[in-house]
């Protein structure tokens, strides 16, 4: 039997750019109050493997934006990236991590909250994904050029794999 509010939860598109958004987000931290993951043995192996595999890419990637984004002319990080999806917060809770304390009177447009002189505040598995997704042409190449005995894209492939399979399994959960 699906679960309460399953069909609510399956619906309600979480988009920054999108309106109520910041009552969305709190009708989610008050679904995911009522789970406990470690219930749910399977979605918690699945977060566990997600956690790894950032964990691993993390000091690799934070190694090239070090050498690129303090350079950069046009930084990326703006409030709307820092807000999470539907899908983070689903990766929020099966990790079960504090979510961060969000400015929504921030402009979604303007720098991050979390944007600071030395980079990004957040620790990599407090950020939404496309936060670790996001590699722009200038740190794509520094990336290229200068890694030779890490395998970068089987990396992103194995966490973005983890993270599907994560997502999908919850949506099959909830929906039977
Ligand atoms: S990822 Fe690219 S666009 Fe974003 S801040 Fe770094 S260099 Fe700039
Ligand atoms: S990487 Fe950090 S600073 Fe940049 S948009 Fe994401 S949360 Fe904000």
Redesign the pocket.
């Known amino acids: 039997m699906p679960w309460p509010d399953s069909l609510w939860f399956l619906e309600i598109d979480l988009d920054p750019e999108k309106c109520r958004y910041e009552e969305k987000f709190k009708g989610l931290i008050s679904f995911f109050k009522k789970i406990n993951v470690s219930d749910y043995p399977e979605i918690k192996n699945y977060a566990e493997k997600y956690k790894i595999y950032m964990l691993r890419l993390d000091p690799v990637i934070e190694y090239f934006t070090s050498k690129v984004c303090p350079y950069c002319g046009t930084v990326c990080?703006?409030q709307k990236?820092?807000l999470p999806n539907k899908e983070d917060m689903i990766t929020f809770w099966a990790l079960d991590i504090d979510i961060p304390n969000y400015d929504f009177k921030k402009d979604i447009n303007s720098s991050?909250q979390?944007?600071s002189h030395t980079g990004?505040n957040?620790p990599r598995l407090y950020?939404?994904f496309r936060?670790t997704w996001y590699f722009c042409d200038a740190l794509w190449l520094q990336i290229e050029i200068n890694l030779s005995n890490f395998n970068i894209e089987t990396g992103l492939k194995q966490l973005r794999s983890a993270r599907d399979k994560l997502v999908s399994n919850f949506i099959k959960l909830i929906s039977t």
């Open positions: 990080c703006r990236f820092a991050c979390f944007l990004c957040l950020r939404p936060c």
